[in-house]
DNA sequence: GAAAAAGATTGACTTAAGTCAACGAATTCA
DNA sequence: TGAATTCGTTGACTTAAGTCAATCTTTTTC
């Protein structure tokens, strides 16, 4: 159950068993199903995901009603409203598991404890931003510029699970393109 | 010298007078000239700027030979060519003073000297990644989906500085649009 | 497993924004 | 301070991508 946490968290930093166990002892399992709601636009984030097995997604709603993709995070990645979570107001986004998903939950009091007293995971967190920071500027400036041939082929080489698990029309909106636009380029390539 | 970043530091967690002078005092001050570039494309971020006075600027060069700007750092705030600081790989970016400036510059070795030894100044570096995630979110999701019109406006909500203290050019290539089309709108509203 | 709903594809048309060029305004620096 | 260069604005034209709708396909659900 918690396998795949642990080699995550053992990969970022050298940590003994006790306390990794002593950190997975503060994240309790739980399924959920595809398409559920795991957070709504107005609540606040007060827990943190590590995805098991399925697929998180945040997304939000724009006032003509369409979706719009942000972030997906497939299994041993972190997920949640970040924002939110850390500055404790409403999210203005939703947290949702787009297939059937295993995850480890941890709550918000839990995780800013195991920072405050656990060194390692302090820097693990850190780690957790630095990389998120990273991922996010290079989505920002992968993008900036180019056209929607280069965002799909970017895409397609950067996070390629993005095409192959996710729907057309979540990509689409992850993408700032339409549905019918990707629909067009995939079948030219 | 000190006076801003103390201010800056102090605003950020509860510290001694003691423990700030010893954060300040691995900061150089250094002046630079408008447009002066202080690391280029293909070298490694090693030091880390405070900017007392002036903006510092972080842009790339696309294939085709045009500047993209990246972010701007204003009066009071951190900027550098971070995921290279962190990852020490080539920046793949410039970082420029667009004013002339004053600056204070910490080393590397001495900011994670800093973080590893001075709890109050690892939150602090926590506290900087974290916002520096949400800008970015903000800046990703706030444009998403939105016109040239729209990207204009939430920079005068948001940024209001870029409008009035960088050139069209500059400000143009943040947006993700044409110089051309900025002054259409700028002559709209 | 059939009916219904949701998603994907494709075509015709529209539009927002880009390009290119010309000109005027503002900076730069010798 | 004046020549030179860069920057901003505007107009005419082009183009990439969006919208809308029809059709086809896949996925749900009862």
Redesign the pocket.
């Known amino acids: 159950m918690y396998a795949i946490l642990k080699s995550f968290l053992k990969s970022k930093t050298s940590i003994d068993e006790t306390t990794l166990n002593e950190i997975c002892s503060h994240f309790k399992q739980i399924k959920t199903k595809?398409n559920e709601i795991l957070l709504h636009f107005d609540q606040v984030a007060d827990r943190y995901y590590f995805v098991n097995k399925g697929c998180i997604r945040l997304f939000t709603i724009t006032r003509d009603g369409n979706e719009i993709s942000r972030f997906f995070a497939f299994e041993g990645s972190f997920g949640t409203a970040l924002p939110s979570f850390i500055d404790q107001k409403p999210a203005e986004e939703y947290l949702q598991t787009i297939e059937n998903s295993e995850l480890l939950s941890i709550s918000r009091t839990d995780f800013y404890h195991l920072v405050a007293t656990i060194p390692q995971f302090a820097k693990i967190y850190t780690e957790i931003l630095e990389l998120g920071f990273i991922v996010a500027q290079k989505r920002i400036y992968g993008f900036q510029g180019?056209?929607?041939?280069?965002k799909v082929k970017w895409t397609i080489q950067n996070q390629p699970q993005l095409l192959l698990r996710v729907?057309?029309?979540m990509t689409?909106s992850y993408l700032?393109?339409?549905?019918?636009?990707?629909?067009?380029i995939?079948?030219k390539l």
Chains 1, 2 share one sequence.
């Open positions: 595809k180019y056209d929607a041939l280069y729907s057309n029309k689409a700032g393109i339409s549905p019918s636009t990707l629909s067009r995939k079948s």
